[in-house]
């Protein structure tokens, strides 16, 4: 049985992700308790200001980091943002690649770059560098374009977004199929897929291939 690690277990995508894995031994990396667990599931409360404490957590075959917040949630704080984004993950990566784990996938976000005018994409875009400059064999990037879903968390924009996206998502086709939303399953199918079956090197993936891959 493989066993992986997942930081953001809680959360949209780390949610569906569980049950995806219910064939493999999860770590579960989170602050607060999950609600429930499985069999298969063993929960490590971490500080995350000192996750060089938890070496277990980075002898898997496969580490999946669905980390993340918005500006809102730290109150318009760009730093404490930036850390959640990108130190943090940062950090999951040099430790990972340092205790041996070749595999490990992120969420990022639909247009993340790091010299972006628009800020969250640019700190996405610099976690991606962080991510691939860590010496790891296989890196897989994840860049979805809006999620679907029900999160637990209220936001409005969203929920907002997610009601009026799907009926103009037929319509975009062509180099634009990449903006469509997609479902945070999708997402977390994908991700089990490349984590089975890994290949070497860093792989990047849109929206359409995300979708093409489950």
Same mark, same amino acid.
């Given at each position: 049985?493989?066993?992986?690690?997942?930081?953001?277990?809680?959360?949209?995508?780390?949610?569906?992700?569980?049950?995806?894995?219910?064939?493999?031994?999860?770590?579960?990396?989170?602050?607060?308790?999950?609600?429930?667990?499985?069999?298969?599931?063993?929960?490590? =409360?971490?500080?995350?200001?000192?996750? !060089? *404490?938890?070496?277990?957590?980075?002898? /898997?075959? %496969? +580490?999946?980091?669905?980390?993340g917040?918005?500006?809102k949630?730290?109150?318009?704080?760009?730093?404490?943002?930036?850390?959640?984004?990108?130190?943090?993950?940062?950090?999951?990566?040099?430790?990972?690649?340092?205790?041996?784990?070749?595999?490990?996938?992120?969420?990022?976000a639909?247009?993340?770059?790091?010299?972006?005018?628009?800020?969250?994409?640019?700190?996405k875009?610099?976690?991606?560098?962080?991510?691939?400059?860590?010496?790891l064999?296989?890196?897989?990037?994840?860049?979805?374009? =809006?999620?679907?879903?029900?999160?637990? !968390? *209220?936001?409005?924009?969203?929920?907002? /977004?997610q %009601? +009026?996206?799907?009926?103009?998502?037929?319509?975009?086709?062509?180099?634009?199929?990449?903006?469509?939303?997609?479902?945070?399953?999708?997402?977390?199918?994908?991700?089990?897929?490349?984590?089975?079956?890994?290949?070497?090197?860093?792989?990047?993936?849109?929206?359409?291939?995300?979708?093409?891959?489950?």
């Amino acid at each position: 049985m493989n066993t992986y690690t997942v930081f953001g277990a809680t959360g949209l995508i780390g949610s569906y992700l569980r049950k995806e894995l219910s064939d493999a031994h999860l770590q579960l990396a989170v602050r607060n308790s999950p609600e429930a667990l499985q069999v298969n599931e063993k929960e490590v =409360l971490v500080d995350f200001e000192q996750l !060089e *404490n938890y070496p277990d957590l980075f002898d /898997a075959d %496969a +580490i999946f980091c669905c980390l993340g917040t918005t500006i809102k949630n730290v109150g318009g704080d760009q730093q404490k943002f930036r850390h959640i984004d990108m130190e943090i993950p940062a950090k999951i990566a040099t430790l990972a690649a340092r205790h041996g784990a070749s595999t490990l996938l992120v969420v990022s976000a639909m247009g993340a770059h790091p010299e972006s005018k628009i800020f969250y994409n640019k700190v996405k875009g610099e976690m991606e560098e962080a991510m691939k400059a860590a010496g790891l064999t296989s890196l897989y990037i994840f860049r979805p374009a =809006l999620l679907m879903g029900k999160r637990r !968390e *209220n936001r409005t924009g969203e929920k907002i /977004a997610q %009601a +009026i996206m799907p009926v103009f998502s037929p319509l975009l086709g062509g180099r634009l199929k990449n903006y469509r939303p997609i479902h945070a399953k999708t997402v977390a199918q994908a991700m089990a897929y490349f984590a089975r079956q890994p290949q070497p090197g860093i792989h990047t993936l849109l929206s359409a291939e995300i979708q093409a891959a489950v």
